[in-house]
């Protein structure tokens, strides 16, 4: 009984520093969003009872000043499986500095004026978050990072769950199979089934806040979770062990929690984003992400310290919903 007082005292000591991490300046993060089955509709059909009617793929009478909505399917983030929604819709523009008949004269070559959204859910449908803002097709990048981006010129003005309040930019990368272009008398009930093009958006996010593992005085809450006692130079790591960090910044969990509400221990509120841990760079198993209780921004991680991992100082960073946090060194014997 002593021992688990103890514990939880020395865990209440980690959590009441998280603070310390979350001061922290934020750094940008950028997500590699691949999509499929993209199929562009265009709003051709003059006769109004026509829309989403026809079950073949009808190609499309697209022109300067008519409005589409692309539609997509996510199915990876950072390379990671995922699912998904991408949801642009826009004005065609065709500006250039030299236009042929039907299209609009401008000193930028630009496609189309357009809004996107990224509605982003784990491989088992989890939902994560959504991505959204407003920009221009199309044309050259804007200048700084990422350069990875080779188009369009979009920022990023807000987003939902883990992206609550992030901003950035969202650029393309040129060179994958066109987009399906279609009119908006095709049923989009067999979108997936007639097929479209693969696209890769490039989202260059700073996020509202990021993953960070709470500091102490005497280092990174990280203990052991046998006995809850701290990971010092004195006590290390070991291969194949199992260790439990202290953070804040985890965003959403399930059940969530209102405002202002701190979180529970019965039930446990697991992070509902994707969350990893790597040792070294490598991946550690992750067993168990959740709120820390009467908390309102602590998070407890267990992870299994890799069992190949290299003796000596060891690096660990969190990251969440593909945002990394700052990583922090342990000692592994």
Known sequence: MWRRKQCMATIALYMACCGIASGQATDATVL???????????????????????????RPAGRTFMRWIYIGDIVEVNGKPAKGLAVFQGTQLSLTPTPRAG???ADVARAALSEFRFEIQQADG????????????????????????????????????????ARGQHLAVTGAPATRQASMA???ANRRAHGGGNFRAILYVIPLWKPEVAMTRDGPAVVHSNDFTPVTTSKPARRGEI?????????????????????????LHVVNSPVEVTVNGSPAEVLAATGYPDSMDGYQVNFRIPPDATRGQ?????TVAWIRGTAVNIQVE
């Open 314 to 318: 060891a690096k660990i960073q969190l």
């Open 186 to 188: 095709e049923d989009p």
């Open 243 to 267: 260790l439990s960090l202290f953070a804040t910044g985890l965003g959403p969990t399930r059940p969530g929690v209102e405002l202002g509400t701190p979180f529970t221990g019965d039930p």
């Open 103 to 105: 299209q609009t004269v």
């Open 126 to 165: 989890t939902p994560v978050g959504s991505i959204m803002g407003f920009g221009i097709n199309g044309g050259a990048p804007p200048p700084g990072p990422p350069r990875a981006g080779s188009a369009n010129n979009n920022a990023i003005i807000g987003g939902t769950g883990a992206f609550l309040g």
């Open 32 to 58: 590699e969003v691949e999509i499929r089955n993209g199929v562009n509709y265009w709003d051709d059909a003059t006769d109004r009872a026509l829309l989403a009617t026809s079950a073949g793929m009808v």
